[in-house]
């Protein structure tokens, strides 16, 4: 039975219309305040037996995945890591990202997991940042020199490294997993009082400026979206398959593809981004994953695939599409995947911010999708707009920031309390909100649309987030720049992602095309092939809006027009 309707005042934070869209136990549902661990644990004591991940290091079940957790936490404390304490953690999709994220949790510290492929500079400073005494690598991502260089000038107690085989240049500091483990074995694991308020989680953002900012998520924010996710209509079911094929260095792929699907029961696929794209198709029917989270050019694989043709794909329960914008021409091109293979689908996917833990708008079935919308709000969560301006609370269909009030909202940017509270804002009636720094509308039947980015992000194929500012300041570091800006165009070859281009100014004592060679040189130093701006187009002046700022859109009509 859903929520009645009742009299509508005209404000969808007073109103909640999407709560109509749920059960009233839904609505009514205990939240769980506790560690991840122990939700995780608790939600799972009927089902040790069921299978719980799925890897390239090996299967194990729920009694399994907790032993090995246990073990973990035991040679965490043996070491001496506990409350308060952060580790960092370069993995690629593998098991040992789950057994490292609860066994932290079970001792009390906290955790930074870190792209692979970060640099040894951008390594040593987070060891020094977040005064880690532990840092957990795949052993084909250390080199010699990233182990000298770590050692040398930071205050690393050890690394620890994971994988097969051994490394032959370790240093006398460095343990193999095997050996970490086997220093926890004496150890009687102590019971640690865990606030479920205290940082869990850290992770990187773009944030209103675009540069990279450090979110503190906390066991609240993760249990409390899961919480929610699992009180909605998607076919999440004990023992589905979840398929993951990125490492959890994000908080999308940490509560969605890691505590959701573990405290659902679900088995964890965890499996290595293909190293060719187009072969997706002849995964998914090897794995016969139930649930998919994917960027559009996975589903454009399978929907462009000839190798499905005449497959039976039922056991496909649900399609996700997160991290990129979704045209409507796109999304009519999968949902015409969908009806020829006779599936029961929508194209799920939401919105929300690394600073809500991830989602706070999504579609849960196919009431709550419509092409141009993300969906409605979670069934505890409260999704509208202001006025930048004045900061009053906006009626429906009216355009203003989209701001979140919700129990999953970070605890705030680590160690940068006033750009905290440049997101985090206390509102007149004393409720805490987080603004997005997206302008969007709720309409009256509790949809949520985002209109575009106050800030600005690019996202670049494969699965790269560019920020703007951040390569701009970058660029103006080289001799002869006088102004320069970044903007995105879209990829004419990759459906949904887009390619960073430089508009530039130059100095008038300085020769043009040296400075654009010098340009493409630092950004070869900086950043991979990819990431780079795709083309440096000369300009005299920059196109500016009547309060005198740069008029990105016009800078990107006039890149569209360069083509």
Request: net charge negative; proline share 4%.
């Amino acid at each position: 039975m859903e929520k009645t309707e009742k009299n509508m005042t005209g404000y969808p934070s007073i109103d909640r219309p999407w709560l109509k869209y749920y059960k009233n136990d839904y609505i009514a549902a205990e939240i769980p305040y506790k560690s991840a661990v122990s939700y995780a644990f608790e939600m799972n004591q009927k089902r040790l037996d069921y299978p719980a991940i799925d890897s390239l290091e090996g299967k194990y079940t729920y009694r399994e995945t907790f032993d090995l957790i246990q073990k973990t936490a035991a040679a965490l404390q043996s070491f001496g890591f506990g409350k308060g304490d952060i580790a960092l953690i370069m993995l690629p999709a593998m098991s040992y990202e789950v057994f490292l994220f609860y066994a932290i949790d079970m001792v009390g510290g906290a955790m930074s997991f870190l792209p692979p492929g970060t640099t040894i500079g951008n390594i040593c400073d987070s060891i020094s940042k977040f005064s880690s005494d532990y840092l957990f690598v795949f052993n084909s991502f250390m080199s010699e020199e990233m182990e000298k260089t770590i050692y040398e000038f930071t205050s690393i107690k050890n690394i620890i490294t994971i994988g097969e085989g051994q490394i032959s240049h370790c240093n006398a500091k460095t343990l193999s997993w095997k050996k970490f483990i086997e220093e926890g074995r004496k150890t009687q694991i102590t019971k640690v009082s865990r606030d479920p308020e205290d940082m869990l989680f850290i992770a990187k953002t773009g944030g209103t400026t675009g540069e990279p900012k450090n979110v503190m998520l906390s066991d609240n924010g993760f249990n409390i979206l899961v919480h929610q996710y699992l009180h909605t209509e998607l076919p999440y079911q004990a023992g589905d398959r979840w398929l993951r094929l990125w490492p959890i260095f994000s908080a999308t792929a940490a509560v969605s593809s890691l505590h959701l699907a573990v405290c659902a029961g679900m088995e964890s696929v965890i499996r290595n981004f293909p190293m060719n794209i187009s072969e997706f198709d002849k995964m998914i029917l090897e794995e016969k994953p139930n649930h998919l989270i994917m960027i559009p050019q996975l589903l454009d694989v399978l929907e462009k695939s000839t190798l499905l043709i005449g497959k039976d794909l039922s056991f496909i329960k649900s399609a996700g599409c997160g991290g990129l914008s979704i045209t409507s021409g796109f999304e009519e091109r999968v949902n015409q995947f969908f009806e020829r293979y006779h599936l029961p689908l929508f194209l799920g996917y939401g919105w929300g911010c690394t600073e809500n833990s991830s989602s706070a708008a999504m579609r849960m079935n196919k009431r709550t999708s419509r092409i141009g919308y993300v969906g409605v709000p979670l069934v505890d969560t409260i999704v509208s707009a202001f006025d930048p301006e004045s900061g009053k609370e906006l009626s429906y269909n009216e355009e203003g920031e989209l701001c979140i009030l919700s129990q999953t909202a970070m605890l705030g940017y680590y160690e940068e309390p006033e750009m905290t509270k440049n997101v985090l804002k206390k509102h007149v009636d004393g409720s805490i909100w987080i603004h997005t720094g997206d302008l969007g509308i709720v309409n009256e039947d509790g949809f949520v649309q985002v209109h575009g980015r106050m800030t600005r992000t690019i996202f670049v194929f494969p699965t790269a987030k560019i920020y703007p500012t951040a390569m701009e300041n970058v660029i103006s570091k080289v001799p002869g720049v006088l102004e320069n800006a970044v903007i995105a165009i879209p990829d004419k070859r990759h459906d949904g992602f887009e390619i960073p281009v430089c508009f530039l100014v130059c100095e008038d004592d300085y020769e043009k095309n040296s400075v654009v060679e010098n340009i493409k040189k630092l950004c070869e130093t900086v950043y991979i092939e990819h990431e780079r701006p795709q083309r440096i187009i000369l300009i005299d002046t920059f196109p500016l809006t009547k309060v005198g700022k740069v008029d990105y859109k016009a800078l990107e009509e006039l890149a569209e027009f360069d083509l």
